[in-house]
């Protein structure tokens, strides 16, 4: 178990290890009860470090382990010969190069916490970052300690036919008692976190990828037999991964075979181990009966994601967990730009924007805000958040807009070819950037270092006589825990001037580079700057921020007119898209204050106007058409009121389909025609804007509309269209309650036997303003379907009601006291799960007194709990 007290760990503390390891050589034998783990590895003395004669003692992390026993250069040491303490052995070293084989006992079938090697539906599996392989033997379990390992695994041939781990097969064969054994081979040094087996009945497709050297690649994806079937979709993305990042980046791979095992059981989406990477099943498997298309385009992201991280992530690594975003910052950045290529980059753009607006805003403004890199932490398992991943995609993107494309590849090539085969930091990357480059980052590096989202505050004057328009640009950061004060960013500002017409004008101003261009990114890195813009016949409307140059707030003082005008003429789509959620936000607030005020006539009206454009392209419209989510107007609202958010959004909703019903129709019908489906941004685009016409035919208050739904549900022909069918039901429920009963059976019914199928089917009724009352949510984690040990099952239940501003701030406190008690009774059973579903009630500060108080309640009893997790103590003693 864990310190009574957990400790923090500082950045500043990084000390290189005294010992390295050489090679790992691992040997599992696996039974029904126990696995045995025997570890032989070659150490040796870290020469840098300076030790004055004695060599220093030997620690290594282990947790829930039963040594069995331990040898030194073949003696066996007894146990007055060394200390086994909470998390460590220690033992004296007698020689700067010496040999240890460790056998441990571990018991992979009662690991319910997911991490080091557990079982799922059967088959055994690993998941070791960030700290998991001290789960399965002792090992310097740090990511800068990095060796060649050889692992045999050894196991009954009937129950496991299949035996997997890292690198290359290099011997296979039978033993006694129906046993058989694999040992495989993996000539790149990892550290520990890479580590992955894989033991199970399982099938494979398989397919090949010659590399841009001619090398042959076999790649094969792993799956429990009913499965096989769903893989394409992935294998698809894989290889179309593998050849962009020849393209793109120049890197090529470098194992003979690449796998990919799907398993149901798994905290997070997946899983870059070296050449076995272990997928949530969610985020692998898709057939158009049975993912959406935002499933199919999530598959294609993260079978990508964990791609790249071959060479951003495995072959150079992290020195230590502080650096994470080293990693998953460049490689977000990766897939996020392979998404746009391979999709539409605009709604990729704005897409992403969205999320890190809604969520990562959010979290930088609340408790647990941290920099990209942060300073310290308690358990780092919480440290894989939207900052580190999603802003540091944004920080690293910041870059590639600063340096120019060109300037950016060398600075790539430049850091993989200095530290291959290594463990860097940060800013190793920000170097090689620089010395690429030539570009200075000193300023740039605040990123890295400084928490909370900047907030650039822009100002403007025109004068008539001279044509001249000042543009001043200022800005600021709020205060964060532990950093009251902040130092100005170096911020890219997008920029475009619109004329009255809405003709983009040429940037003519002093200190601008490429004077006449109509598009400019502004380099800012003052508190305050202006700019004076000559030669303007009228006063300009500034489009700022294009395509979210940075991840800042914006603060202009647009009227209605301006953002009507911007989603009109702008060329940006993502501010064209910001200008409608401007006016969103807008006229949704104005309600929320004054709930009996009609709805913003104007706001109608534009909307009006989105529909009816033809030039606009579908997949640009379906979002411009989507009001601004709950989340994001929570995150936006000064003081958050749930109950009126919820109410101001959907008579919003309501006013525009009652407006434009018969231009909604028009559409919805048009883009209604029977095709094969294709996962393809095309197709992808009609099928969206053709049901976000059907949310707004929904909220219309008519027996068509449900015969419509109704129709759309029992006829689609894939699932796409029958789950958007299905969420208009679920929220139409208040009509046709006995609608609602026969759909969410009828849905039952043909996907019971499907696990991420039934995942969604719990997840639109916990989320549903009409369905998901505490009492429902309890009733359903009493279902025969629901699995409690499965992480997938509780996102979508209880992160689905957490979600649902309606029941889970349903007054009196139900909601936050029933979230209360599955994070106490979970972190016995799976902390990071736990603290992770948890995040919400965070937040209480920015709540309206009456629920603020309540979900400080729910926290405090949480606090009280005896044995917390190091990873729900951390949460919960952060934000109280
Ligand atoms: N490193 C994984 C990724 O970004 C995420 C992960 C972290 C998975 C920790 C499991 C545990 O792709
Ligand atoms: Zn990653």
Redesign the pocket.
């Known amino acids: 178990m864990k310190d009574a007290q957990p400790r923090t760990i500082y950045l500043k503390d990084y000390q290189a290890p005294d010992y390295w390891i050489d090679t790992t050589h691992l040997t599992f034998d696996l039974y029904e009860d126990h696995a045995l783990v025997t570890a032989v590895l070659q150490m040796r003395l870290n020469d840098d470090i300076g030790c004055g004669g004695a060599l220093p003692a030997l620690v290594l992390h282990g947790e829930e382990l039963d040594l069995v026993s331990l040898h030194r250069d073949g003696e066996e040491l007894e146990s007055d010969q060394f200390q086994l303490a909470k998390g460590t052995l220690t033992l004296p070293v007698e020689q700067p190069r010496f040999q240890l084989q460790i056998v441990t006992r571990i018991r992979p079938q009662e690991n319910t916490s997911l ?1 080091g090697l557990y079982k799922s539906n059967g088959m055994f599996c690993t ?4 700290e ?1 392989f001290r789960k399965i033997t002792y090992y310097l379990d740090r990511p800068d300690v990095m060796s060649v390992f050889t692992t045999k695994v050894i196991a009954s041939q009937a129950r496991y036919p299949v035996l997997l781990a890292n690198g290359n097969a290099i011997d296979q064969g039978e033993l006694e008692n129906d046993r058989h054994y694999v040992t495989w081979e993996d000539p790149f040094k990892k550290p520990s976190y890479l580590f992955a087996l894989v033991a199970g009945d399982l099938e494979c497709v398989e397919d090949h990828f010659t590399t841009m050297s001619g090398r042959d690649v076999t790649l094969r994806i792993f799956t429990e037999s009913h499965n096989i079937h769903k893989c394409d979709h992935a294998m698809v993305s894989l290889k179309k991964s593998m050849k962009w990042d020849e393209e793109v980046y120049g890197r090529e791979y470098d194992l003979d075979i690449f796998m990919i095992v799907a398993v149901d059981h ?7 181990n070296k050449g076995l990477n272990i997928f949530n099943s969610s985020c692998v498997l898709a057939s158009p009966e049975t993912a959406t298309d935002a499933t199919y385009q999530r598959i294609e992201a ?1 079978v990508a ?2 791609y790249f ?1 071959n060479w951003s ?1 495995n072959r150079v690594t992290c020195r230590d967990w502080f650096q994470l975003s080293l ?2 910052g460049f ?2 950045f990766r897939d996020a730009e392979f998404s746009a290529d391979m999709n539409s980059r605009g709604v990729k753009r704005i897409q992403d924007a969205s999320l890190l607006r809604t969520a990562q805003f959010a979290e930088d403004a609340g408790p647990m805000a941290h920099p990209i890199r942060p300073e310290s932490f308690i358990e780092i ?1 919480n440290f ?1 958040t939207l900052t580190v ?1 999603e802003k540091g995609c944004e920080v690293v993107r910041m870059i590639h807009t600063l340096l120019g494309a060109d300037q950016f590849r060398k600075g790539t090539d430049l850091y993989f070819e200095r530290h291959d085969g290594e463990a860097a930091t940060c800013e190793d990357f920000v170097k090689a950037m620089e010395d690429a480059s030539g570009v200075d980052l000193t300023q740039f590096r605040n990123w890295y270092s400084q928490a909370g989202t900047p907030v650039i505050t822009v100002t403007d004057r025109y004068e008539a006589d001279t044509g001249d328009y000042h543009l001043t640009i200022a800005q600021s950061c709020p205060a964060t825990p532990g950093q009251e004060h902040k130092q100005p960013f170096h911020i890219p500002v997008g920029l475009a001037l619109l004329d009255e017409q809405g003709e983009l004008l040429p940037l003519n101003a002093e200190g601008i580079h490429a004077e006449g261009d109509k598009e400019k990114v502004l380099s800012i890195k003052q508190t305050e700057e202006t700019f004076v813009f000559k030669g303007c016949k009228s006063k300009p409307l500034p489009s700022l921020l294009r395509n979210f140059s940075a991840p800042v707030r914006v603060r202009y003082d647009y009227s209605k007119d301006d953002l009507v005008f911007l989603m009109k003429h702008d060329t940006d789509s993502f501010n064209r898209w910001d200008a409608c959620q401007r006016l969103g936000v807008m006229a949704i607030e104005q309600l929320v204050e004054q709930s009996e005020q009609a709805v913003d006539p104007q706001l109608v009206d534009a909307f009006g106007a989105v529909i009816a454009d033809p030039e606009l392209d579908f997949a640009v419209k379906a979002e411009m058409l989507c009001l601004p989510s709950e989340a994001s107007l929570a995150e936006q609202a000064e003081v958050i009121k749930p109950l009126a958010i919820v109410a101001a959004r959907k008579k919003v909703k309501q006013a525009i389909a009652e407006a434009h019903s018969e231009a909604l129709l028009a559409l919805y019908n048009e883009l209604s025609y029977e095709r094969d489906y294709r996962p393809e941004a095309t197709d992808i685009a009609e099928r969206t804007l053709k049901n976000v016409c059907l949310g707004y035919l929904a909220a219309e208050d008519d027996a068509e509309c449900l015969q419509r739904l109704a129709e759309q549900y029992n006829d689609a022909s894939n699932m796409t269209d029958r789950r958007a069918a299905l969420g208009c039901v679920v929220d139409a429920r208040h009509r046709d309650e006995r609608l609602v009963e026969r759909v969410l059976t009828d849905f039952y019914d043909r996907y019971k036997d499907d696990a991420n199928v039934m995942d969604d089917w719990f997840a639109v009724q916990s989320s549903s303003a009409e369905l998901g009352t505490v009492e429902k949510v309890k009733a359903l984690m009493q279902h025969d379907s629901f699995d409690p040990t499965s992480p997938n099952k509780l996102r979508a239940l209880i992160g689905g009601f957490t979600r649902n501003m309606t029941h889970f701030h349903t007054a009196g406190g139900a909601g936050y006291e029933f979230l209360a008690d599955r994070v106490i009774e979970l972190d016995k059973q799976n902390p ?1 799960v736990a603290s992770r579903v948890m995040m919400p009630l965070t937040r209480w500060k920015k709540f309206e007194p009456a629920a603020s108080g309540l979900m400080k309640k729910a926290l405090q009893r949480i606090k009280a709990v005896h044995d917390l997790s190091t990873d729900v103590y951390e949460v919960v003693n952060k934000s109280l």
């Open positions: 991490e998941q070791c970052e960030a998991g798994f905290n997070m989406g997946a899983m870059e993260i994601h964990e991280h992530g990693k998953e490689t977000v398992s894989y991943y990071q």
